[in-house]
């Protein structure tokens, strides 16, 4: 099994920006990919951003050059560096981790609030 925990939801001003972070741990060897979904009240989850171990990365085009996904593998973390915040971003954030045996775990998600 893999604990994912999520950080570092909020609300924000349009234009503003946040910073998510997760962390994995318990079996974490074979993690091939992290990324950050986002579900809005009535939607569909959504891709958001994808890195891969060796740090190719996916963005959504929504997000493309305002987002920015970073990985530190020594701590199998991910973050989620959301600059220009507008408030169509607003959503519950949600952090996955793919093994390369294809099991996925999800965190419990983080709320993101953009609106003055």
């Known amino acids: 099994q893999v604990q994912v925990v999520e950080s570092g939801g909020g609300l924000v001003q349009p234009g503003g920006f946040l910073r998510l972070s997760c962390a994995a741990s318990g079996s974490i060897f074979g993690i091939s990919a992290m990324g950050w979904y986002r579900q809005a009240p009535g939607e569909q989850r959504e891709l958001v951003a994808l890195?891969?171990?060796?740090?190719?990365?996916n963005y959504a085009d929504s997000v493309k050059g305002r987002f920015t996904i970073s990985r530190d593998n020594a701590k199998n973390t991910v973050y989620l560096r959301m600059n220009n915040l507008k408030p169509e971003d607003t959503a519950v954030y949600y952090c996955?981790?793919?093994?390369?045996?294809?099991?996925?775990?999800w965190g419990q998600g983080t709320q993101v609030t953009v609106s003055s």
């Open positions: 996955n981790v793919i093994k390369t045996d294809g099991d996925a775990y």
């Open positions: 890195i891969y171990r060796r740090g190719n990365t």
